[in-house]
């Protein structure tokens, strides 16, 4: 899936001196930023958070913004049910509260950013029966925005942070209403970091190559076939604001020095 | 118009594709539903076997309402299970997942009756609707809890899609068989059409005499059989051939060498043939020389045997004192012999008629009473000679009338009598009698006391010329009495019989049957003309008639003008011929004519009808005078117009009484 895309930008920096390109996936976060720092690494695409996460770790830097299956944006909510006596953020402490899985920006980095930033202590928990730690909220993964709001709706968390776009199409057939207690900062869908050690001059002809893709038709058919990306462009001014706002949260969260 | 005709193969080949195809499609039928009812069966035990596992599976997620693992178990058993829904619903119904990701459904009840049936109570639960087939189980914490329900259905186009697959891939088996059977069945028929054809063409030529039949179909079956028994028949037909010629050859050769006997039989027997047609013709000849001759012998006879009797009578009627007793005598013996003679012609011309087959009567209804009277008195006259009494009865009832010929009648009866005083004894009796029969039939009896017959010779007494001893004795007889009265009475539909006892005498009867419709006062069987009874007419006063006699034989004509010239009344004049006698009729006109019948030239007959075209003597009556005594002829006379018929020879009294009676019916002036 990934191979073409690499391929189709190592023709088009042929130029360069560049002759192929290799696809590497890491586990981790950590993993992927020592690999950028090690320059095993040369681009990430990855969410923006993420991104930000390994930016802080391998000073790497944003490029472009990814738009895929045609959207270039989002936030996360945190949901409660419209009958709970939860109004804030602050009011879930002691509660348990579901995620939907560690990697995900929208369905956990950018609600526990949030929740973190009203000065609430998320402990982990082993499931729905273990109670969370008195004064912290207790998390629980649900890893599918769908059973996330079936906690909620049928009172086996207090609240679920979550991609607004999940709420908003899954509170259409919610069993009770469901109120939003937190909405997140816009942040870009995907976008695109390059590392640090990478040639100035090779960074921008990577920027030409990528924003015009989308243009031709073979490099349409290629982003395509790249997970449904439909194109490339700028990161707006604003979206990037908000993502770097991020910055203090995902420090202290993540133990993130900055340099 | 016929119909059209199909061999034997074809016949064989739809038979054959008709079971093929009425197998096939039984067992299509057969299979389409057992496949349908096995694979709803398979189906629903497959469904009911993944909602169980489901339930298995969800009970924990259910608990926790985990809806990713829920959905993930969903989508699990689906794609393993070729099921196409599965719903895990909530304690109340409402749908939790359906396998995929944010169902249309999801947190609704879904409004199927089969859910409000499964969520009612109970275990596991199928059900078939329109639509789908179902399968649904509660989802139980500890038994008795409900956590939720698993829900699976297939949708019933499944099965018609299965089962429209199976139907079409059974028809490409169907119609692969189809085909093969007919094929099958085509091939079979020629197996078995081409020898019966063969088979019927041996036949026919067999039929039309070709044995030379040599058929090569070698099968061990029934028709290998039959070619076998074929080729044998033909060879015994061909073997039953040369010996059926051996035998046509043996049978022609005989049938030739018969042929040749038969034509020398044909040609002896057509040679016998003439012969005996020779000796038949020579007989007939003979017979008929024999018959003309007695015939013309009796004719002969009569005439002067009329002179004889004739004169004889005139002397018996004449004057007789200057006679002496042997002159009388004489008279006597001429009349008696003349009567004998003229009994023996008429006896001998009977018998001969008889032997000629020609002796015939003339049969009528009459009283008999008369004439057993006129017969008892002409009996009683040759009795009163003989010295015998005879007696007629007098008890003697008034009969009924009879059916037979009077002429013939008298004469069997008066043989009988005469035989009875014959061959009596002097100082003998004769009864007369009779009696009714059984109301059939008029029994004349005639009782003798004569001599009778000896017993040993009564077999012979109605054949012809047996006088039973009496050859050589003085009793006149010819011996054809009794034969000639037999014939006659059976010719009269009559019975005649006898009792004797030797010495003793002898009865003799006749039957002759009665006349039911017999009326007493009936005209019918009064005397005719020529039999009147003697009764003499009266002489004109005064005046003299005149006769006319037509006689070619003079000694008739010279009795004739003797006897009238005794009753002083008459003038006669003759003629010879009937020519003559016309002439002299139509010139004289005479008061009555005698006409003989038998003439030379015109007889009396064609004379009589030459008289009444004649006007001078158209009324002259006219006598018939003739030989000829038969019945058949005096009817002939009388129908004709004569006045009367008189016979030859002739009597005295009964001429001079028909002559006068007709002059007296004869008034010339009045006519």
């Known amino acids: ?259 | 118009m016929n119909a059209p005709r199909y061999g034997l193969g074809v016949k064989v080949a739809l038979i054959a594709s008709a079971i093929v195809v009425f197998i096939g499609a039984g067992l299509f039928g057969v299979v389409a539903y057992e496949q349908r009812v096995t694979f709803q069966e398979i189906r629903t035990a497959e469904m009911v076997e993944a909602v169980r596992k489901t339930a298995f599976q969800a009970e924990n997620h259910l608990y926790n309402y985990n809806v990713r693992e829920l959905r993930s178990i969903a989508t699990g058993i689906t794609e393993g299970r070729r099921i196409d829904l599965v719903w895990i619903l909530d304690s109340e119904g409402r749908l939790l997942t359906d396998g995929s990701p944010r169902p249309a459904l999801r947190n609704k009840r879904p409004q199927i009756g089969f859910i409000d049936r499964l969520l009612s109570g109970g275990l596991i639960r199928t059900e078939a609707d329109e639509t789908n087939l179902w399968a649904g189980t509660p989802v139980l914490l500890n038994k008795n809890e409900i956590l939720g329900y698993v829900v699976a259905a297939v949708p019933m186009e499944e099965f018609n899609n299965n089962i429209w697959s199976t139907i079409q891939k059974q028809s490409v088996v169907l119609g692969l068989a189809l085909i093969s059977g007919i094929f099958a069945a085509i091939i079979f028929g020629q197996r078995i059409a081409a020898p019966v054809e063969s088979l019927r063409e041996a036949a026919d030529r067999i039929g039309k005499g070709d044995w030379d039949v040599k058929l090569d179909i070698a099968r061990q079956d029934e028709i290998g059989d039959l070619a076998k028994a074929i080729n044998i028949m033909a060879e015994r037909l061909n073997d039953g051939a040369v010996t059926r010629e051996r035998l046509q050859a043996l049978v022609d050769e005989k049938t030739a060498e018969i042929a040749m006997h038969r034509d020398k039989l044909e040609a002896l027997v057509e040679e016998r043939t003439r012969e005996l047609q020779s000796a038949k013709e020579t007989a007939e000849r003979a017979s008929l020389a024999k018959s003309e001759f007695l015939s013309s012998m009796s004719h002969e006879l009569r005439t002067p045997l009329n002179a004889i009797l004739g004169f004889g009578q005139l002397l018996d009627y004449s004057d007789q004192s200057g006679m002496d007793a042997e002159q009388r005598q004489a008279i006597d013996y001429i009349n008696n012999s003349g009567e004998h003679l003229l009994n023996l012609i008429n006896q001998v011309l009977d018998f001969n008629k008889i032997e000629d087959g020609n002796l015939s009567v003339y049969v009528e209804s009459f009283a008999p009473m008369d004439d057993m009277q006129d017969c008892f008195a002409i009996a009683s006259a040759i009795a009163a000679k003989h010295g015998v009494t005879i007696e007629l009865k007098k008890d003697v009832p008034v009969h009924p009338a009879i059916r037979a010929d009077r002429t013939r009648f008298k004469q069997a009866l008066l043989n009988l009598m005469t035989n009875a005083i014959k061959y009596n004894r002097r100082g003998g009796k004769v009864f007369l009698d009779c009696n009714v029969i059984d109301d059939r039939y008029l029994r004349l009896i005639v009782a003798d006391t004569g001599m009778g017959i000896a017993a040993e010779r009564q077999h012979l007494m109605f054949e012809p010329f047996q006088r039973l001893g009496h050859e050589s004795s003085t009793i006149e007889g010819t011996g054809i009495g009794l034969t000639i009265t037999k014939k006659l009475v059976t010719l009269m539909r009559g019975r005649i019989g006898f009792e004797s006892e030797e010495g003793k005498g002898s009865t003799f009867w006749i039957d002759l049957p009665l006349d039911p419709q017999w009326k007493e006062d009936a005209p019918a069987g009064a005397s005719s003309a020529h039999e009147r009874p003697a009764v003499i007419a009266e002489p004109k006063n005064g005046k003299r008639s005149t006769l006319l006699y037509v006689e070619d034989n003079a000694d008739n004509i010279r009795l004739m003008e003797m006897i009238l010239d005794k009753e002083d009344e008459f003038t006669m004049i003759s003629a010879p011929n009937a020519e003559e006698g016309l002439a002299i009729a139509a010139r004289n006109t005479p008061d009555v004519i005698l006409m003989d019948i038998n003439l030379p030239g015109m007889d009396g007959f064609q004379a009589l009808q030459a008289l009444r075209a004649c006007d001078g003597a158209r009324h002259v009556p006219v006598i018939a005078v003739t030989a000829s005594a038969l019945p058949s002829e005096v009817q002939r006379g009388l129908d004709a117009g004569f006045a009367a018929y008189l016979t030859k020879p002739i009597r005295i009294d009964v001429t001079l009484n028909a002559i006068r009676e007709a002059v007296a019916s004869h008034e010339p002036g009045l006519v």
Do not use: C
Not at chain 1, 19 to 25: I, K, L, S
């Open chain 1, 1 to 259: 899936m990934f191979q073409p895309f690499v391929d189709y930008l190592a023709d088009k920096l042929s130029s360069y001196g560049i002759q192929r390109g290799e696809v590497a996936v890491a586990d981790s976060v950590d993993r992927m930023a020592s690999m950028i720092r090690e320059k095993e690494v040369d681009l990430l695409i990855d969410s923006s958070v993420t991104a930000l996460l390994v930016n802080e770790l391998a000073g790497s830097k944003f490029l472009l913004r990814r738009w895929k299956d045609g959207q270039d944006a989002y936030r996360s909510v945190v949901v409660v049910r419209q009958d709970s006596r939860f109004n804030f953020l602050s009011d879930l402490a002691g509660e348990t509260v579901a995620f939907e899985e560690d990697f995900s920006t929208s369905g956990f980095m950018l609600p526990v950013l949030g929740m973190a930033s009203s000065g609430l202590r998320l402990v982990p928990l082993d499931g729905l029966a273990q109670a969370p730690p008195p004064g912290a909220v207790g998390y629980v993964m649900g890893y599918d925005s769908e059973t996330q709001m079936t906690w909620v709706e049928r009172n086996q968390v207090a609240a679920a942070g979550l991609a607004e776009s999940d709420f908003k199409q899954l509170s259409k057939s919610a069993l009770v209403p469901l109120r939003i207690l937190y909405t997140s900062p816009v942040v870009p869908y995907h976008v695109v970091v390059y590392g640090k050690h990478l040639d100035h001059g090779l960074a921008s002809r990577i920027r030409a190559i990528l924003l015009n893709a989308h243009d031709s038709r073979e490099g349409a058919d290629t982003l395509d076939g790249f997970d449904q990306t439909t194109m490339f462009d700028e990161i707006p001014a604003d979206l990037l604001r908000n993502v770097m706002t991020l910055r203090p949260g995902l420090a202290r969260l993540w133990g993130v020095d900055n340099e």
